[in-house]
């Protein structure tokens, strides 16, 4: 079965870094756009970060971007996103989801098929 387990997500404090990971199993992971997610309490889940298979462009959320980096280490079937100077806004819940082949441009969930079951991140002094 196709399955996508996000892990590192930790309580941390403001300017702070994680690095998240998400790993893939039972489906190839070279062909498949990996978003990123993230609900905050009492708010919709928004995209965040996306990487293409096809030339690994990278996109991301205006408030995110040159903050966080996503990246991929498709012989260890892992998604990584590195969060740098993070803020109490950033807290939330994390997943990441698979769709094939290419990011859409808004990082919009609907478009991604399959989840993992998130991993929380808490900035907080």
């Known amino acids: 079965q196709v399955q996508l387990v996000e892990s590192g997500g930790a ?3 403001p300017g702070g870094s994680l690095r ?6 039972e489906f190839n992971l070279e062909t498949y756009a990996i978003g990123w997610f993230r609900q905050a ?11 293409s298979a096809s030339d690994n462009k990278t996109y991301y959320k205006y408030n995110v971007k040159d903050r966080f ?8 079937n892992t998604v990584y996103l590195q969060m740098n100077s993070l ?11 698979n769709r ?11 478009w991604f ?3 993992g079951r998130g991993t929380p991140v808490t900035v907080s002094s």
């Not at 803020?87 to 989801?97: H, I, N, S």
């Not at 094939?100 to 609907?110: D, E, L, Q, R, Y």
């Open 69 to 76: 980096t996503i990246s991929r280490d498709n012989a260890n």
């Open 20 to 25: 998240l990971s998400c790993v893939a199993s």
């Open 100 to 110: 094939s082949k290419w990011c859409p441009m808004n990082i919009a969930g609907i």
């Open 11 to 13: 309580l941390v404090q």
């Open 113 to 115: 098929r399959f989840w």
């Open 87 to 97: 803020k109490p806004e950033d807290t939330g819940v994390y997943y990441c989801a």
């Open 41 to 51: 309490p009492g708010k919709e889940r928004e995209g965040i970060a996306c990487i």
